[in-house]
Each structure stands twice: as C-alpha cells, then as structure tokens.
Nanobody
Framework: HLQLVESGGGLVQPGGSLKLSCTTSRFNLEDYAIGWFRQAPGKEREAIACAGGSDGSAYYLDSVKGRFTISRDNAKNTVYLQMNSLKPDDTANYYC????????????????????WGRGTQVTVSS
C-alpha cells in the first residue's frame, strides 16, 4: 500500500546534510513503527533505520550510525530522517515504511514486513 509520501531528497555535496520527511493523510503515524530504507541502482534495498511507535527506540545500520537520526513531529504527523556527513555511498532512492504491529529490539528487526510504503525520494551525494 503506497500511502506514505517522502520528500526532502536532492543533490548535496559530500559532507553535507539533508532532512527527509515521511508523512501521510491516511492514519496517525504516532501509532506506527517506522522504517527507512534505501536502494541504489543495481543494489538490493537495505534498511537503514527504524523506530518503534510507542517507545521510540531507534536502530540504525552500522554505516549510518552517528550520522543519521530518526525523529517524529506528531503534531505534523511526520517522521524525519536527518542525514549528516553524507557520503557518495549514501546515494540512493530513500523510502519510508510504516506498520502498526512492528516492535523493534535490534537493527535486524528493521527488516520486518511493513504494510505501508512510499514511492521514495532520491538522494544524490556528489561534488
């Protein structure tokens, strides 16, 4: 179900930052566990971060730890992915996903299935 909308992608130089947004008008994201994924051309889709709906615990792919951060603005029904110190290897199409049932206890759980997805937003890191 494509009911999420991502935005905030673009072209940025190495070392730069972007803040991606994920929102929907269909349901309250506060009650949903969120996953952020990316897929580069010719590569498998990979989970980069996820956060629980109620307790807010977040988990990250090792290569983005310390650089990427998930946050929520419940008043805006939006989940963000703040990306700092971007590298050319971060170039990919970034997707958010949501599911009301998921409960995460580790990064591996970010690969659980999700009911709702967005179409993605392109992030290109290049000088």
């Amino acid at each position: 179900h494509l009911q999420l909308v991502e935005s905030g992608g673009g072209l940025v130089q190495p070392g730069g930052s972007l803040k991606l947004s994920c929102t929907t008008s269909r349901f309250n994201l506060e009650d949903y566990a969120i996953g952020w994924f990316r897929q580069a051309p010719g590569k498998e889709r990979e989970a980069i971060a996820c956060a629980g709906g109620s307790d807010g615990s977040a988990y990250y792919l090792d290569s983005v730890k310390g650089r990427f951060t998930i946050s929520r603005d419940n008043a805006k029904n939006t989940v963000y992915l703040q990306m700092n110190s971007l590298k050319p290897d971060d170039t990919a199409n970034y997707y958010c996903a949501a599911d009301p049932r998921n409960y995460f206890t580790s990064y591996d759980d970010c690969n659980f299935s999700y009911d709702y997805w967005g179409r993605g937003t392109q992030v290109t890191v290049s000088s």
